[in-house]
């Protein structure tokens, strides 16, 4: 039996939540007061096009906000953009994206559904592939979705006003990527359709579609984007400025702790699960004088890990930090890499050990003071290393790794 809803107000302060839109709220409201009173929840859209294979804390800005509205009762679905997926998503974009192949979107989004169950409730969750329609579509059909809307609706849309003013490209495709996605709200009877503010324009062109279709228009609720642990730009795994929600703990925990402090905040409210009340105690300390930043920006390491790995990883990461970072002592459990006894290039080893992704990253960090040979700091980028006996090799504040010679 499902539990009641909870009072229609309650529910609002709650979805307002770290939110940018509501539109309208007026009819939020009276979608809700209609779901209390007649015990039928809402449903809840968010797609996602699996373009890259891995999750990171930005894409779970929006599933921590689906899993409030679950927590509240409704109904989450989830789209999984195989088809968009192919077209991709022109929002901010200045060019025509790259197209993916129906295999590659589908191996991406193999991994998806498991990280997506790491936020929400699976018993609560509906999953669908949006190709269960657009791949049965006829091209008379296409035709119909097509005339729903018009060239210059389509032109206001920032990004392509700025190509189209520029006279860079716009492919015919890209057009489609608005109408697909509001037809998927259409497929899935949309009460309120969740995305980044730069979202906006697909999310709003969805209630156009739903009532070409006859159907009562869903709620645009916006999120804001997520800035990245470099403090600058959005998070993205291709800037490197990104937390994998399935990262090793003590990856987790050091990451977080280099976001700068006037991001504490906004990470507290997008990314963890604390309540509203504690969420106000953390703004009255971070308005303290007397209160350091850091102690605050721990608790937030010590919550987004215990969230995605548990209690005891997270007080083990937490310890590792003190032990690695703050106090500048040797982790008590250091990768291996064996060589065999002579000469090898640091280069070498700092990149086929894993340390660091590349020869230039390496020299980099080499430059940056940031490598040493067991404690030393090294400044010579040419560097070779006599191995006879085991050294540990450092590359940033967390990257360990100990040389030890093969047997002959």
Same mark, same amino acid.
């Given at each position: 039996m499902k539990r009641p809803f909870p009072p229609v107000e309650d529910q609002l302060e709650i979805i307002a939540r770290g939110t940018v839109d509501l539109l309208p709220l007026d009819e939020l409201k009276r979608k809700?007061?209609?779901? @209390?009173?007649?015990?039928? %929840?809402?449903? /809840?859209?968010?797609g996602f096009d699996p373009t890259a294979p891995d999750i990171h804390l930005g894409h779970t800005v929006g599933l921590r906000k689906l899993k409030q509205f679950q927590d509240l009762g409704h109904q989450v679905v989830l789209i999984i953009g195989d088809y968009t997926g192919m077209v991709g998503d022109p929002s901010e974009k200045s060019a025509t994206r790259p197209r993916l192949t129906h295999e590659e979107v589908l191996e991406?989004?193999?991994?998806?559904?498991?990280?997506?169950? !790491? *936020?929400?409730?699976?018993?609560?969750?509906?999953?669908? @592939?949006?190709?269960?329609?657009?791949? #049965?579509?006829?091209?008379?059909?296409v035709m119909e979705l097509a005339s729903k809307f018009t060239v210059a609706r389509m032109l206001e849309r920032d990004d392509f006003a700025r190509r189209f003013a520029r006279n860079q490209p716009i492919s015919i495709h890209e057009l489609f990527y608005p109408l697909?996605?509001? @037809?998927?709200?259409?497929? *899935?009877?949309?009460?309120? $359709? *969740?995305?980044?503010?730069?979202? !906006? +324009?697909?999310?709003?062109?969805?209630?156009? *579609?739903?009532?070409?279709y006859g159907q009562e228009p869903q709620i645009v609720l916006t999120l804001p984007v997520l800035v990245? /642990?470099?403090?600058?730009?959005?998070?993205?795994?291709?800037?490197?400025?990104? /937390?994998?929600?399935?990262? %090793?703990?003590? $990856?987790?925990?050091? #990451?977080?702790m280099r976001i700068p402090d006037e991001q504490i905040y906004p990470y507290f409210e997008l990314v963890t699960d604390v309540t509203l009340e504690a969420l106000r105690d953390i703004r009255r300390q971070l308005q303290d004088p007397r209160v350091n930043p850091r102690d605050v920006k721990r608790r937030l390491a010590f919550t987004i890990v215990r969230m995605y790995h548990g209690e005891a990883a997270a007080r083990r990461a937490a310890a590792h +930090?003190?032990?690695?970072?703050?106090? #500048? $002592? /040797?982790?008590?459990?250091?990768?291996?890499? %064996?060589?065999?006894?002579?000469?090898?290039?640091?280069?070498?080893i700092l990149v086929n050990a894993g340390l660091v992704s590349s020869k230039s990253e390496a020299r980099r960090r080499i430059r940056q003071g940031a490598v040493s040979i067991d404690g030393s700091?090294?400044?010579?980028?040419?560097?070779?290393l @006599?191995?006879?006996? %085991?050294?540990?090799?450092?590359?940033? !504040?967390?990257?360990?790794?100990?040389?030890?010679?093969?047997d002959p």
């Open positions: 809700l007061e209609r779901s @209390y009173r007649t015990g039928r %929840p809402l449903r /809840i859209k968010q991406n989004a193999r991994t998806y559904e498991h990280q997506f169950f !790491k *936020i929400l409730d699976p018993e609560q969750t509906e999953v669908r @592939y949006n190709g269960e329609w657009f791949s #049965k579509m006829s091209f008379a059909e697909m996605q509001g @037809y998927d709200s259409v497929m *899935i009877r949309s009460d309120v $359709e *969740i995305g980044a503010t730069e979202q !906006k +324009f697909n999310l709003v062109t969805g209630r156009d *579609i739903q009532r070409e990245g /642990i470099d403090g600058v730009n959005r998070m993205s795994k291709s800037l490197g400025n990104y /937390i994998g929600i399935d990262e %090793p703990p003590e $990856e987790m925990f050091g #990451k977080t +930090f003190e032990r690695v970072v703050v106090h #500048k $002592e /040797i982790p008590e459990e250091i990768a291996e890499y %064996p060589v065999s006894p002579g000469n090898h290039r640091l280069l070498d700091v090294v400044e010579d980028e040419f560097c070779e @006599y191995i006879q006996k %085991p050294v540990v090799i450092r590359a940033g !504040k967390r990257a360990f790794v100990r040389v030890v010679p093969s």
